[in-house]
């Protein structure tokens, strides 16, 4: 579904013509197979959220090419990988990213409405969408009247209203505490069983790493594949 190959980035740093350049991703090399949970783990400042940033085409990479479905994204401009991301991501943050002016049901609707899609159908998405993820009873609470976890919930129906084939999520469970990141994990367990969701997620917890399939870890831009003991 992703393949990644030979992909190569670097920061600028200094006054203009006496620029430096930092290397962040160095000649990295990887796939994720339809249906899979992916984990790239790393410490903060690996590269592993600028290599996340470059899948979802919010950055263009120096070298190298990224492939998704078949398509070449590497090389889009900024509607292209716009209309892109629309169409075939859904996002999860860490922070969640919710709009503090939209109640939960309203966070949720947003990339419908991006999408054009028809009021009552939204509508009817919507809520089942939230009765599916356990926020029926709050879905006309704001982000601030929300739990950590709840907001999350919120976060992930939101990454999934528009039926993206690919999830991409960055710390997902970081600001959680410990029984409600299981709560998280086992809903992404599920939408992936369930749904076929592919996920690939950047972390630096080794527990949320073993929920993958499969663990890449990155490594001072980096990136090589380890091992899962309790794959689920």
Do not use: C, W
């Not at 350049?21 to 992916?38: A, C, K, Q």
């Not at 009817?124 to 009765?131: A, C, I, P």
């Amino acid at each position: 579904m992703i393949t990644v190959k030979g992909l190569n980035h670097s920061f600028k740093i200094g006054k203009k013509g006496k620029e430096k350049h930092i290397p962040v991703l160095r000649d990295v090399n990887f796939d994720v197979n339809d249906g899979e949970i992916v984990s790239i783990v790393g410490k903060s400042g690996s590269g592993k959220s600028t290599l996340l940033h470059i899948l979802a085409g919010f950055m263009t990479p120096e070298s190298g090419e990224i492939k998704v479905n078949g398509i070449e994204t590497s090389i889009f401009n900024e509607a292209d990988n716009a209309e892109f991301r629309l169409n075939n991501y859904g996002f999860i943050f860490q922070n969640f990213q919710l709009m503090p002016g939209l109640n939960a049901f309203e966070n949720v609707e947003l990339p419908l409405k991006l999408k054009g899609i028809e009021r009552a159908e939204r509508k009817e998405k919507v809520k089942t969408l939230m009765k599916y993820v356990g926020l029926t009873e709050v879905q006309d609470h704001y982000p601030n009247e929300l739990s950590g976890g709840q907001q999350q919930r919120v976060s992930i129906a939101r990454a999934l209203i528009t039926d993206p084939p690919i999830i991409l999520a960055d710390e997902p469970t970081g600001s959680l505490d410990s029984e409600t990141e299981q709560e998280i994990l086992l809903l992404i367990q599920s939408l992936n069983k369930n749904r076929g969701i592919t996920f690939v997620i950047i972390t630096h917890d080794d527990e949320v790493a073993q929920t993958a399939n499969r663990v890449y870890t990155m490594h001072d831009g980096e990136l090589t594949e380890g091992v899962v003991q309790h794959a689920i």
